[in-house]
């Protein structure tokens, strides 16, 4: 496995353009398995595959947990050769994020909604990496987590508003035996807190039954369903950072109308000062779709 720490390093290790496909995992690194199945996804279809481990300072607003986010590199660095990497970059703050940097992408709005809302810049900070590293890598495609559902729509909608030769693709979340999404976050959670945890894909998966039960019943609301989850989640311990129904093409909020048949139900919670997000497509939730 090849190891560039630099953007000379990265150039002299990638191989010729052209020569093979060439598939991207960017990452913040403590991987996990749900990190190992892009990598796996990424090394079945062959060609070169390259995994990025940054911990973006610009997608951290102040007071939240950019110091202590987990940083495992010796770690990260064996899981990767076991997995079969054939790159890992691990850029230096200095040279991703320059102190003279002032250019940022702008998210627009859906970057300022759901998880944006509460993490202002958010957004723009992943899009101005992730478009830093498509600059860096010129990959034939570039694999994400469908588990930050959010951040997968906004890089869809970059590379197709700014005509990135690039393919995205989405795979689904990756979940711990009890359904909690794997998340290099969980490891911040105390015994008691991964208990509690526990409730939060359980009380979405309720939530997702309730909808497919209420869509198509005329006198029951799917558009309850947000209000009934985050109660079910005050109960079960959670502090409700949001819920929301979002529609499955426009990633809209949908707050009124007739419920539509394509809809994704998301939420972000914390138990204790930890924040869980997580996220159900709803179509695919439906028994018999
Ligand atoms: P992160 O290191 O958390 O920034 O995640 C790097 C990539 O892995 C992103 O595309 C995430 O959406 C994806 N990812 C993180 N957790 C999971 C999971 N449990 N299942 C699938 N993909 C994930």
Redesign the pocket.
């Given at each position: 496995m090849r190891i560039a720490r630099s953007f000379s390093e990265l150039r002299t290790l990638l191989p010729r353009p052209g020569s093979c496909p060439l598939w991207l995992?960017?990452?913040?690194?403590?991987l996990?398995d749900?990190?190992g199945?892009?990598i796996d996804q990424a090394k079945s279809e062959g060609g070169f595959v390259a995994v990025s481990i940054f911990v973006n300072p610009l997608q951290f607003a102040p007071g939240e947990d950019l110091d202590r986010y987990p940083r495992t590199e010796a770690e990260d660095l064996a899981f990767l050769d076991k997995r079969g990497a054939d790159l890992v970059f691990l850029p230096s703050p200095g040279e991703m994020v320059p102190k003279s940097a002032r250019i940022r992408i702008s998210s627009g709005r859906i970057g300022t909604i759901y998880c944006g809302a509460s993490r202002p810049g958010h957004f723009d900070g992943v899009l101005t990496i992730v478009l830093k590293l498509f600059h860096l890598f010129s990959p034939d495609v570039a694999?994400?987590?469908?588990?930050?559902r959010q951040?997968?729509f906004l890089i869809q909608e970059m590379v197709r508003d700014l005509a990135l030769p690039i393919r995205v693709l989405g795979?689904?979340?990756?979940?711990e035996p009890d359904g909690l999404?794997?998340?290099?976050r969980n490891r911040y959670l105390s015994p008691k807190e991964r208990d509690t945890a526990a409730h939060f894909p359980e009380l979405m998966g309720e939530a997702a039954r309730l909808w497919a039960e209420h869509s198509g019943h005329p006198s029951k609301d799917p558009l309850s369903i947000p209000g009934w989850l985050s109660e079910a989640l005050v109960r079960a311990g959670f502090r409700v950072d949001y819920v929301a129904l979002a529609d499955r093409q426009t990633f809209l909020p949908i707050t009124g109308g007739p419920a539509p048949d394509q809809a994704y139900l998301l939420a972000a919670v914390f138990v204790g000062s930890t924040r869980l997000i997580d996220n159900l497509d709803l179509s695919a939730e439906r028994p018999g779709v």
């Open positions: 995992v960017p990452t913040m690194g403590a996990h749900g990190h199945a892009l694999l994400f987590g469908e588990k930050d951040q997968l795979l689904p979340t990756i979940r999404a794997m998340s290099s």
